[in-house]
């Protein structure tokens, strides 16, 4: 089978594709909508048996935070390849209000559409192709869809390791930037800074007071200058909180710290730093609580020879697959922690990830589906 006949397929699936797109949009799923997840996980069993009765489907409920779906093609010897994403979105309910699900001129518009449910129906695509044109792929596929990625995957990690560990590689189907794979990505850790200070009448005795606000203003700042643009090492306060009222020194205050680098050993140098901040004013006192998250998926040469497999392959379908390193983290970083080979960010190309601007450039869906079946055929 040519390249470009592939291709064809997929364009000629498009209409279809579209509406499988549109059906899942539209099934809200934050993350802890247990309901949502279990109505898309439903949604896509029923998808995947429109293909083959004899998939292995795996639904695992994971309380609080929904289902994961797993779905497996066929037993072999051979190690499977491992196709990862999540069902999961960061929209409450009620978002498509802000952002219909609908497509203007060459753009489909949705919450959720980019990162990641049209790849989620990519993944499935894929196999409805392998099945009506009776092609094989040397290896078993596994495909991956966890439901708690937008919050750091405190379920879902366990699965993505257990998956990873037993696959000869991963293709991760996040979304793309700029149309580019993800052959780095930052690692993440995010941290609670509570200052407990003393509380006094702001007109009275203002002075036996200790300002929670005016320490935690001090401790922002200096975690603002642990920030290394040049490194890649970040360090955002991202919300603060304090007080309880004008005229009342405050006792309380907190803000959320999100650090970024591209190492663990700056990481480690990062959450060190953090846990061992000192009151600047000793009458109050400092809580720290939080962790380093995700590794950092590093472009080790296993990255860089999947990623000039999957370049070589695009050429075939006559596009440039550039490559890039972001600071956003993905359940890829697990993989890579592991050694297993993994290449992020095939998804369909688009943009405003996480924002009411979300969409995917509907003539990119062929050719990511193109690229994704070859990949798995060429191994
Ligand atoms: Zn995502």
Known sequence: MK??????????RQANVLDLIHEIVEIETPTRDVAGSQTVTTFLERTARTISKSFEIEMIFAEGYGEHFILRTFASGEKPILLLGHTDTVHPRASFKNNPTRIENDKFYGCGIFDMKGNCVLTLEILRLF??????????ITILLSCDEEIGSPTGRALVEREARNAAFCLVCEPSAGGKVKTGRKGTGTFNLKVRGVPAHAGLEPERGASAILEISRQIEKLHSLNNFDSGTTVTVGTVRGGTTSNVVPAEAECAIDIRFRSMSEAERIADKIKNLNSFDERTKLEITGAINRPPMERTENVVNLYEKARNIALQLNYDLGETQVGGASDGNFVGALGVPVLDGLGIAGDGAHTLEEYIFIDDIPKRAALLALLLLAD
Do not use: A, G, T, V
């Not at 390249?3 to 000629?12: C, G, H, N, T, V």
């Open 131 to 140: 099945s009506e044109l009776n092609l094989k792929p040397p290896r078993p």
């Open 3 to 12: 390249p470009l006949q592939i291709l064809d397929y997929f364009r000629d």
